[in-house]
């Protein structure tokens, strides 16, 4: 083989080398585009979904606090100054505006903690207007989705007090004792399970024991915010 013959195969094997350290080049450049414009897709996508879901939290908020301060806004006097911000002449007039606003929250942002608290106010509404139905059945429906919000115990209570009134109070009387005699299960501190306790026996008639509810609100929680109440409602020892 001469001199020539070699150098043209060495020539040819180095293009073939250089076309198949191209091609495989080519390939990991095809690649390295693919990853980079798929990690960036999903940065945009996570960015995307985080921005979607601020925003529609701060709508939700914006919406809530809306609503509160309509259901809060004073009322416009038969005579005299305008209160600031008074938009309405009863409270009915206000109660439905408000109504409205709270559905708002609730069906445009359901799924948020805004959406959740809108029902708290709709339960509260139902209530005031004698639909006891509509609004135990929204705080029970709180009570099961979110056992563990620092709201559930205002709900709990809320519940307890709409069962009383609504014809319930011996069963809620010995739901109230089971958690009496154990308090580390219960929502609801003790000395507002006893004051439960007094409303549902007063419900039924028995005086006596509903004052042994209170002065025992007295005598084992006399730092309790209803230990005034309590001693008042309780009378002389």
Known sequence: MDRQHRQQLKHDRFVDELGSLSARAAANQRLLITVTAAAIVLALLGYGIYFYRS????????????????????????????????????????????????????????GTDQADVASLYLARIAATRGNTGDAQKRLQAFIDEHPKSILVGAARFSLYQLRIEGGQAPQVTSELQQQIA????????????????????????????????????????????????????????
Not at 64 to 89: R, Y
Not at 186 to 194: F, K, M, R
Not at 200 to 223: C, H, L, M, W
């Open 55 to 110: 925003n529609r939290e701060q709508k939700a908020q914006d919406a809530l606090a809306k609503a509160i301060e309509t259901m809060t806004s004073p009322l416009k006097p038969p005579t005299g100054q305008v209160p600031p911000n008074a938009k309405f002449k009863t409270e009915d007039e206000r109660t439905a505006a408000a109504e409205k606003e709270f559905r708002d929250v609730e069906q445009k942002y359901s």
């Open 182 to 237: 154990k308090p580390a299960d219960s929502i609801l501190p003790p000395d507002t399970l006893l004051v439960l306790l007094a409303h549902a026996y007063d419900a039924q008639g028995n005086a006596d024991k509903s004052k042994d509810a209170y002065r025992r609100i007295v005598t084992e929680f006399p730092d309790s915010p209803y230990a005034v109440e309590a001693q008042r409602k309780a009378g002389p020892a």
